[in-house]
C-alpha cells in the first residue's frame, strides 16, 4: 500500500509564491509516475503537472506552464511543486498522485492540501 502525504499548502496573496510537498510510504519510489492535481470548488479534479519517474521529462497544464515546476527526489521519496505568480484562480484543494509505471491511471492518492490566494 501507498501512503502519499501533501504539506505546503496555505493562504498567500495574488503574486505569491507557496511550495508544496508530498511524501511518499514506498519501498521503490522510483517506480512511480508522480502527479499533480487539484480541484477548485464546484469543479472537476484538473491535472496541474506530472513528472516521469528518472525526473527526465516533465508536463504541464497549459493553465499553470511557466509558473508552476515539478521536481522530485527519489532518495527522499518525495515530489515537490514550486508555485509562482499565483493567481485567485489557483485557489484548489492540490493532491499529489502516483502512477505506476506501465499501468494507464493514476492508482494513489493523497488526501490533499489547501491553497487559498487572494486578491
Known amino acids: 500500500q501507498v501512503q502519499l502525504v501533501e504539506s505546503g499548502g496555505g493562504l498567500v496573496q495574488a503574486g505569491g509564491s507557496l511550495r508544496l510537498s508530498c511524501a511518499a510510504s514506498?519501498?521503490?519510489?522510483?517506480?512511480?509516475?508522480m502527479g499533480w492535481f487539484r480541484q477548485a470548488p464546484g469543479k472537476e479534479r484538473e491535472f496541474v503537472a506530472a513528472?516521469?519517474?528518472?525526473?527526465?521529462?516533465?508536463y504541464a497544464a497549459d493553465s499553470v506552464k511557466g509558473r508552476f515546476t515539478i521536481s522530485r527526489d527519489n532518495a527522499k521519496k518525495t515530489v515537490s511543486l514550486q508555485m509562482n505568480s499565483l493567481k485567485p484562480e489557483d485557489t484548489a484543494v492540490y493532491y499529489c498522485?502516483?502512477?505506476?509505471?506501465?499501468?494507464?491511471?493514476?492508482?494513489?492518492w493523497g488526501q490533499g492540501t489547501q491553497v487559498t490566494v487572494s486578491s
Open positions: 513528472i516521469t519517474w528518472s525526473g527526465a521529462s516533465t
Open positions: 498522485a502516483a502512477q505506476i509505471v506501465g499501468t494507464p491511471a493514476y492508482n494513489y
Open positions: 514506498v519501498r521503490t519510489f522510483s517506480v512511480y509516475v
